[in-house]
């Protein structure tokens, strides 16, 4: 808008962006989960809407309102998020995979709660989830389907950037914004820092600051690489 001093430079465009951790589900009332805020995603979601893009965000378990404007899918598995991103992507222009999914999920479902009782308790045996990010890669690079400019995130707390490079190859994505977790950054706080790589050998240094500004910083990136 006006007072934000940015270009609307995604007018016209359609973005998808998913958020939040996925939940996999073990019984009516546990699951396995994990730390993701979604404030990253909501970041994202806001800043493309302010740049004039139309908005579909695909939340998992977000607690925090979404932006005004935004078309909402509401998610609870990795299952259900790929659905919802799958379909969504089919006539975007450029998809930002922020929610953190669950690698596995439980191999059954209980229908009960399960019971506590005074034998061992089984363990809980967990298979693969889709991996949903690469799927959008195989499928751009098989078909030409999807979106122009697929981006990841990656949340390394070791070897940051040789782990960076393997997943942006591995996954066949245009864009992926690793940040270091830990040392009280990410997870729940207002702020981050990140460095996006690109495909094409760019490293972007993001400096500690607001997600916001992050947000900003990867639509410039997806912009530019807009056909
Ligand atoms: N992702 C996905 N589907 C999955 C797992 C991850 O789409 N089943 C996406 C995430 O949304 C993120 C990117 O892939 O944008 C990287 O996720 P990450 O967990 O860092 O990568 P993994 O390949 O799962 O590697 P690992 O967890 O072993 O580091
Ligand atoms: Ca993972």
Redesign the pocket.
Known sequence: GVLSGRPRDLAGRHVVV?AGGTREAIDPVRFIGNRSSGLQGLALARTALVRGAGVTLVAANVTLPAPAGAEVIAVES?REM?EAVLSACRDADAVV???????FRPAEYHDNKIKKTSAEPDPIRLVE???????LGRRRASSGEGPAVIV?????TDDVLA?GHA?LK??GCDL?VVNQVGAGLAFGTPDNAAVVLSADGDAVDVPRGPKEDLAHRVWDLVAARLP
């Not at 995979?97 to 690698?103: K, R, T």
């Open positions: 998913s990795a790929r995979m922020a929610a953190a999914v669950a690698d989830n889709p991996d949903i990010l690469a799927e990841g995130f990656a949340a390394e782990n997943k591995r996954k992926l």
